[in-house]
């Protein structure tokens, strides 16, 4: 059975870290791109990093330098390490996994999802 299964999130004060996980079973998670999007209250999806195939990252321009993405291919988990979280990180994040093609911020285009892990970032 294909599935994602996220966890890590909770409630962080702000300047805080969380590491997320992203356990896929029923596929190989290094045969795919691998993302991470997140969902505000409110508001639309949007894609926050991935990492290709060959292990290259990038990120938002809203997170880069305060979030890392990182793949354990041997363990088939996805991670997302987020520091300095700031109140507008706020939101539900879920991993997706995109099987034949390449790396897309298009949520659309990806073949499978978690469930979702939220994270409040808040004093």
């Known amino acids: 059975q294909v599935q994602l299964v996220e966890s890590g999130g909770e409630l962080v004060q702000p300047g805080g870290s969380l590491r997320l996980s992203c356990a896929a079973s029923?596929?190989?998670?290094?045969?795919?791109?691998s993302t991470w999007f997140r969902q505000a209250p409110g508001k639309e999806r949007e894609w926050v990093s991935h990492?290709?195939?060959?292990?290259?990252?990038s990120s938002a321009r809203s997170v880069r330098g305060r979030f890392r993405i990182s793949r354990d291919n041997g363990k088939n988990t996805l991670y997302l390490q987020m520091n300095n979280l700031k109140s507008e990180d706020t939101a539900d994040y879920y991993c997706?996994?995109?099987?034949?093609?390449?790396?897309?911020?298009?949520?659309?285009?990806?073949?499978?999802w978690g469930q979702g892990t939220q994270v409040t970032v808040s004093s």
């Open positions: 990492i290709t195939q060959s292990g290259l990252a």
């Open positions: 029923g596929f190989s998670l290094g045969n795919t791109c």
């Open positions: 997706a996994a995109r099987k034949g093609g390449p790396c897309t911020v298009a949520a659309t285009l990806y073949d499978n």
